[in-house]
Structure formats: structure tokens, C-alpha cells
């Protein structure tokens, strides 16, 4: 054989490992950029939350701890190891709404951030998940789930309405296997952050106007904290407040029940945008939405932390990466006993 066909014949060799290396870097990006660029269903989801398992099955499980009204299981994500010794949690749900795509989109990133610092977490991507999928007509169902308390403002009574709060509290499969699996735990949680759009705000409790949170000052204080620290990564003004102050009274909401069951600091925070596209969020602002909100949501878990371990407040003087390493062997999200 020449020397030019043996040249030839080395550089399609040299290709086809190139396209073959390309196409497999290719296929890991997409699965670990799948939350950032696109919008995707719920069977994606499902299957993104299976590979994970996959990939790390020394630290990411599923939790199956409940089903909806179609006997679907309702599921956590959970990143950490397993001691068997009972730890400190945190509370983390996403699209709860089926139309805020943003949110299980921002829980995919945390993941993604979590798993990716070494740091161990739960995280409940969508509750309803009959309203995210396709081609499936729901007629009646409660887009506002029906948490037990203050249930007579900010809801409609016409079922077909987006804020019918349920026939009774707690009235839907899928609040209850949420309430049962939380109040069994109450005492570990450090903080419950529920996950929504659109408002760039972080909303305390409580959603009705004659009652005011015990620890008001101390909510409006991380929260303002947590503004500022999205603010520094892409200039976007969040607002913190009460709803009725910065938005409207609405009761009946998860983060109201859970300041009730003695969890100390709970918020709702609406993602991105302010108004211009509504619930359609371009894909565009999935990754800019999601990093800000990271930094937002980590102040928050940090001052959690700090109060619990440290009796002080976050010191924005010490390092993320220490921090989390901190986090990492202190800190653990629910699914943990």
C-alpha cells in the first residue's frame, strides 16, 4: 500500500473518531443542558430524572411517595448519600402550575448546580402532572391546590376556574401525599421554597391581610438579601413582600401551611418575566432565568444553614465553594430519615 493511501486511510480513521468523540460529547451536553435550552414535557422530565439515577446511582434516587388522581407516582429527586441518620431538610417544589414552564425548567438546573458541587438535595419537579400532559383535555381540575388554611380569598368556586381551591382543604391527591410527606417531617425542614412564574418576586407569608408572619422582619431581611444576590448576576429587579402588599391577597398556599407547621422561613418565588411575556418565556431566558434564581435560592439555603449550625447569619465574606462544601456535609433535603 502507498504512502498516500496509508495517509488516506489514517486521516478517515482520525475522522471517524472525531465525529464519533463529537457525537458522544453531543449527547452528554444535551442531557446535562436539557433543563437550560428548551422547554420540555413531562415524560422528558421523567426520563431526564431516571438518567440521573443512571449516572450517579451512588448519590441520586427516585422517591416514590404518593400518586395522582390518574395513579401516576409522585416523585422526588433526591441527590445525596444515604447515612441512615436522620438530617436538616429543605423543601423544594416546581410546576405546581401547569402553565409556569420556567419552574420545573429552574429545578432541573438546580440539580444540575447541586449535583455538580457535590451537594445533596431533593427536589420535586411537578405535583399536577396530569395538566402538563399533552393532548389530554382537563376539565375541572383544581389548578389551585386547596392547602388547608385561610381558603376564602384570592379563589373562585366555579371548578373550571384557575383558582378553584378544591370542593375542601386538602381536597386533591396530590396536596395531601405533599402534606403527609412534609408533616411527618416538619421538624427537619430548615426552609420550604416554592417555585413559580412570572412576577420576579419572593413572596412571605402570610397571603392573607389580617395575619402577619411571627418572624415578618426576619423574612423580609433574607429575602431582601436574596434580591440583591440575583440582582448581581444579570441586573434583574426582584421584589420581596407579602402578596397582598406587592401583588394580591391569595390564600390557601403551600408556603402559608408551611410557615404554620413551624417551618421558619418559607417563600414562593416567581421567576421571570415582568409582564412583557407572561407564562411564554422565550427559550432564550431559560439559562439567564435559572442562574439568577440559583443565586437567589442559595443565599436563602445558606442563611438557613448558617442560623442552624453557625447561630449566624450568612457571611458573604466566605467563599460559594466553601460554602457549599459546608452545606455538603450539614445540609440535606427532604427523603431523608
Keep these: ?33 436539557i433543563c437550560c435550552q428548551c422547554w420540555y414535557s413531562i415524560l422528558q422530565i421523567t426520563s431526564w430524572m431516571e438518567q440521573m439515577v443512571m449516572d450517579h446511582p451512588d448519590v441520586v434516587t427516585v422517591v416514590n411517595y404518593g400518586k395522582t388522581y390518574e395513579s401516576r407516582d409522585i416523585s422526588l429527586l ?41 451537594m445533596v438535595f431533593n427536589v420535586l419537579d411537578i405535583l399536577i402532572q396530569e395538566s402538563h400532559m399533552k393532548g389530554i383535555i382537563v376539565i375541572c381540575l383544581s389548578y389551585h391546590p386547596p392547602w388547608p388554611l385561610f381558603t376564602a380569598i384570592g379563589v373562585s368556586f366555579n371548578c373550571c376556574s384557575k383558582f378553584y381551591p378544591g370542593s375542601k382543604a386538602m381536597s386533591e391527591l396530590e396536596t395531601r401525599a ?59 429587579n426582584y421584589t420581596v413582600g407579602t402578596p397582598p402588599d406587592v401583588l394580591y391577597p391569595i390564600t390557601g398556599s403551600a408556603t402559608d401551611w408551611a410557615r404554620m407547621q413551624g417551618i421558619p422561613l418559607t417563600y414562593i418565588i416567581e421567576l421571570r418575566d415582568n409582564g412583557t411575556y407572561r407564562f411564554e418565556l422565550p427559550e432564550d431566558q431559560i439559562q439567564p432565568t435559572c442562574e439568577e434564581a440559583y443565586r437567589g435560592v442559595l443565599y436563602i439555603i445558606t442563611y438557613a444553614h448558617d442560623k442552624t449550625f453557625n447561630g449566624a447569619v450568612a457571611n458573604t465574606a466566605v467563599t460559594l465553594s466553601a460554602r457549599l462544601w459546608n452545606i455538603l456535609h450539614l445540609l440535606w433535603f427532604i427523603g431523608n430519615k
Design 178 to 236: 405533599v402534606t403527609d410527606f412534609v408533616r411527618s417531617r416538619k421538624d427537619s425542614f430548615l426552609c420550604f421554597l416554592s417555585i413559580h412564574s412570572y412576577g420576579q418576586m419572593l413572596l412571605i407569608p402570610y397571603g392573607h391581610p389580617n395575619y402577619t408572619a411571627p418572624n415578618y422582619d426576619e423574612l423580609m431581611m433574607v429575602g431582601q438579601g436574596a434580591t440583591e444576590a440575583i440582582w448581581k448576576v444579570h441586573r434583574t
Design 1 to 33: 500500500m502507498c504512502p498516500v493511501q496509508i495517509t488516506i486511510i489514517r486521516i478517515r480513521i482520525r475522522i471517524r473518531i472525531v465525529i464519533t468523540t463529537i457525537t458522544v460529547v453531543l449527547l452528554v451536553m444535551k442531557l446535562i443542558l
Design 78 to 118: 433526591k441527590i445525596g448519600l444515604n447515612t441512615g441518620k436522620e438530617k436538616k431538610a429543605i423543601w423544594m417544589d416546581c410546576g405546581i402550575h401547569a402553565r409556569e414552564w420556567i419552574a420545573p425548567a429552574f429545578c432541573q438546573y438546580f440539580v444540575r448546580e447541586v449535583e455538580k458541587a457535590n
